[in-house]
């Protein structure tokens, strides 16, 4: 029984000798991995619209000038007085 133990346990320290040997080659180095794309660049904001100018007010219209006036009509002239009557001449 303690020999077949023996070339029991011989067998796997053979085994994982060769194998641990075997793993530890280094292997061929593997091909480098393509460059990754750049990303595009991002496209520039478009401006706001520019805002109209506010119309101006109209003007207020100018007053209309006050009238003059009418002037008085000028007086009649007066009518000049009768001359009185002479008097009767005295009796003698």
Same mark, same amino acid.
């Given at each position: 029984?303690?020999?077949?133990?023996?070339?029991?346990?011989?067998a796997?320290?053979?085994?994982?000798?060769?194998?641990?040997?075997m793993?530890?080659r280094?292997g061929?180095?593997?091909?480098?991995?393509?460059?990754?794309?750049?990303?595009? !660049?991002?496209?520039?904001? !478009?401006?706001?619209?520019?805002?109209?100018?506010?119309?101006?007010?109209?003007?207020?219209?100018?007053?209309?000038?006050?009238?003059?006036g009418?002037?008085? !009509?000028?007086?009649?002239?007066?009518?000049?007085g009768?001359?009185?009557?002479?008097?009767?001449?005295?009796?003698?």
């Open positions: 029984m303690k020999t077949k133990s023996l070339m029991l346990s011989v796997m320290f053979s085994l994982l000798t060769v194998g641990c040997d793993r530890g280094d061929a180095a593997g091909a480098t991995g393509a460059d990754g794309r750049s990303g595009s !660049a991002g496209s520039t904001g !478009a401006e706001g619209a520019q805002g109209m100018e506010g119309k101006k007010g109209a003007e207020g219209s100018t007053g209309t000038t006050g009238r003059s009418a002037e008085g !009509a000028a007086g009649a002239a007066g009518a000049t009768a001359e009185g009557q002479k008097g009767a001449p005295a009796r003698p």
